[in-house]
Each structure stands twice: as C-alpha cells, then as structure tokens.
C-alpha cells in the first residue's frame, strides 16, 4: 500500500493551493479516503474525508473555503484550498480507511485511518 502526497508549498493568507495525493496497492474506489493535518505539538486534525459514493465531509475549520474530490480512474484524491490562513499551516497527510467505525465516528476522526501517506507541508504566511 502506498500513498504519495504533492502539490504542498508556501503561500500568502486569501491564497489557494491544490494538495494530491495517489494510491496503490489497495481497491481505491471501495475506500473512505480523507486528508489530516497535524502542526508541531499539536493533535492531528481530520479536515475533510469523501466516500466511495463521493459524499463528503468536512470539519467546521474548513468547511466553505476546503474540497475533496477523487478520480476513481487515476486511483487519485485532491484536496484544493482557497481562503488559506495562518492557521491552515501544518503537515497535511492523506490516508485511506475500511473502517466500519469511521462513519459512525463522522469521518473525521484520524485513529480510524488504516494507511497513511508521508505528508506535505503547507505554509500560510
């Protein structure tokens, strides 16, 4: 199993960017993929997750300014941020769940997250 983060980077505060993160090794589409980001010392935040079906989920610190979306075909997910701020900056880690408690937990909570990627940074400042 393997997924692979891109498109971190540095940006100014009202800015978008577009992180990607591509799977292998596992049936992706049967999948709950979400994206987590964790800053140095601090928790690890669930911001946003889409199902198998394409139904999303979003925390409140995201949710109007974040998207998830995934591409079956390309066994790929995207999560693209505008509105970006200061406290939008930290290691932002995709990972994948077959979870049967991640639903019932509202599809945001990191500990029911069976594979992880490495993690890309994204920096508002």
């Known amino acids: 199993v393997q997924l692979v983060e891109s498109g971190g980077g540095s940006v100014q505060p009202g800015g978008s960017l577009t992180v990607s993160c591509e799977a292998s090794?596992?049936?992706?589409?049967?999948?709950?993929m979400g994206w987590v980001r964790q800053t140095p010392g601090g928790e690890r935040e669930g911001v946003a997750a889409?199902?198998?079906?394409?139904?999303?989920y979003y925390s409140d610190s995201v949710k109007g300014r974040f998207t998830i979306s995934r591409d079956n075909n390309k066994s790929t997910f995207y999560l693209q941020m505008n509105n970006l701020q200061p406290e939008d900056t930290a290691m932002y880690y995709c990972?994948?769940?077959?979870?049967?408690?991640?639903?019932?937990?509202?599809?945001?909570?990191?500990?029911?997250?069976?594979?992880w990627g490495q993690g890309t940074q994204v920096t508002v400042s």
């Open positions: 990972a994948a769940s077959h979870s049967p408690l991640l639903p019932m937990k509202g599809y945001l909570a990191p500990k029911e997250y069976n594979y």
């Open positions: 889409i199902e198998s079906d394409f139904s999303t």
């Open positions: 090794g596992f049936v992706f589409e049967n999948y709950i």
